[in-house]
């Protein structure tokens, strides 16, 4: 039940963070990742963000491209979203030791750092 309640935490701050980020745009066609402010953090290791970025719809060679600023905006600031063309493709924020995600191809999943598995919601 402990756990529940972690991924349900976790759905109410990707929603709240979906909602929130959705009405801030980027209005010049680019692709960025933009760091937002959580109170949880993670170093995530390389195969740890191919793994969700792979799973969040992204080709490989956006991983090459965007996969470092992914993992220094985790490491520094807890949350990340992707920005491609001025449009959010996915969210991804840190809470304990899961990566939550939505993603607009793939929907949301839960990333269990310590293991290594993916859950579906």
């Known amino acids: 039940m402990k756990q529940r309640g972690h991924a349900l935490a976790g759905v109410f701050i990707?929603?709240?963070?979906?909602?929130?980020?959705?009405?801030?745009?980027c209005?010049?066609?680019?692709?960025?990742?933009?760091?937002?402010?959580s109170r949880d953090v993670a170093a995530l290791s390389a195969d740890d963000i191919a793994r969700v970025m792979l799973r969040a719809g992204f080709s490989h060679e956006q991983i090459l491209e965007l996969g470092t600023d992914l993992r220094n905006?985790?490491?520094?600031?807890?949350?990340?979203?992707?920005?491609?063309?001025?449009?959010?493709?996915?969210?991804?924020?840190?809470?304990?030791?899961?990566?939550?995600v939505t993603a607009y191809?793939?929907?949301?999943?839960?990333y269990d750092m310590k293991t290594g598995?993916?859950?579906?919601?």
């Open 14 to 25: 990707v929603l709240g963070l979906s909602a929130s980020l959705g009405i801030v745009g």
């Open 27 to 37: 209005t010049h066609n680019q692709t960025q990742v933009i760091p937002v402010s």
């Open 73 to 100: 905006g985790l490491s520094s600031f807890g949350t990340s979203q992707i920005m491609i063309e001025g449009r959010i493709q996915a969210i991804f924020a840190v809470q304990g030791d899961y990566v939550y």
């Open 105 to 110: 191809k793939r929907g949301s999943f839960i």
């Open 117 to 121: 598995r993916i859950r579906s919601f």
